[in-house]
């Protein structure tokens, strides 16, 4: 039941419902259109410690971080507190060491890395007070996708949807003001639309999936146009291993049935088809794409990034530097010229304000957390990171379905494209996906133990014994 009537006959909604559906429809849902506001206000909507990002996404990590003193959730809070406390550490090295501190800066970049684990403990609230259905939270990513691609087209047929790159090539990433953090959402929701369009089988979901991955096609970019490709190739190999994988939640059969999977793929391979034969713009995509065989997406800035890690002491290497540091040696290495307005550089009243010296990221985000924050957040981060893989990894092996390869799915693809092309842990956006396969996979973990969890109505084997619930 969603709602009672009171006496006063007032509909009145119930706390379980606001626990388990509403509350966390805003918290993956509403990130889109705080992200659309982002890109649309432009320099109005990015007012340094006040743009709109900042404000929700911080409201949202200090809610968290209350919350989480009233949890009993001892592994979450043992890594996000040890992250906190060296993070505070380190800050009065780097304050002392270097002539370009800004805590505003490295406040705001660290607590984009802690965002989906922040985010990841509300979940873990809501769902002590009332259960969160797995499937509901892939739908739930599923819309968001969605509602992100959607815009993305709509803007374009508009034509006020901003180039991704610019004249030279094709591409637009609509209202958005990051193509890079765009395209690995896409992608990353993407997983979650096959699965609901797989155990559903309903024309909705067909026309999400295709608008999904259409998006990314039209976003132009490598991991926008590769992105489908890896997960079409992705599900493929793991129904291998279990064959009864695309079964849906009712069981149903026959052509009708399949046609629903085939139909997105043909209609995404049409749009694809429109695109580049069309286009004489997409010969920078195609170049950027067989670069690929030659060298990593950021192979320049990586070496850059590796030669400003070798110039450092022992203390540097130990805690890091800070970002904005780190970022200012980067760009000197690799001879950038160019000065930047750096969003976390925050001058008083919260306003951004442009830097006096050039700064740029490793964009590979293993360099990047090295460079910012040393070994030994390094180990913390990544060390969760990998504890989480793990768990993610043995949930999928034991119960080989459609929900828990596609939850090992996300957070591979967001590792690979972190490591190779960055925009993964310092991503708001990418963070908002990333939250709630944390919280899948940390809900059950208590000092000693996991509880194990196939899908809803599917067995360890992936056969269906009855509807979700």
Known sequence: MTYKRSGAMSLVLSRPWLYAVAFPLCLIVLQVFIDLAYGTLGGAGRAGLFSIGVIFRGGLSLIAILLLLKLRAAPLKVFLFAFLAIFLLSNLVWALASDVYSFAHELNQGMKVAFPWLVAGIFLYLHQ??????????????????????????????????????????????????????????????????????????VLYLAMTATIASAGLLLGTRTGVLGPLAVVLAFGSAAVLNPGLFSPFDGRRGWQSTAVLILPLVLVLAVAVAIFSQSEKTNYLIKRIQSLSEQ???????????????????????????????????????????????QGAMASMGESKKLPFPVHRVENDVIDVLGFYGIAQFAVIYGALAILYLLTLRKAVRAWNIENVALLLILTLFLVHSSLAGHGLFGAQVGTVLAPVVFLQIRDLRWGRAVEEAAPGVDARGTLEGPSP
Do not use: C, M
């Open 129 to 202: 007070r009332a259960p969160i259905d797995r499937f509901y939270l892939l739908t739930l990513l599923a819309w968001a996708g969605f509602l992100s691609a959607l815009s993305v087209l709509g803007a374009t047929a508009l034509g006020i949807g901003r180039e991704t790159y610019g004249a030279w090539s094709y591409g637009s990433k609509g209202l958005f003001n990051a193509q890079n953090d765009l395209g690995l959402t896409l992608v990353l929701t993407l997983v979650a639309a096959v699965v609901v369009l797989v155990r559903t089988r309903k």
């Open 296 to 342: 990593t997406p950021r192979s320049k800035l990586e070496a850059a990034g590796i030669e400003r890690l070798r110039e450092r002491g022992v203390i540097l290497t130990l805690v890091g530097e800070g970002g904005l540091a780190f970022k200012k040696h980067v760009a000197e290495n690799i001879g950038f010229q160019r000065e930047k307005i750096d």
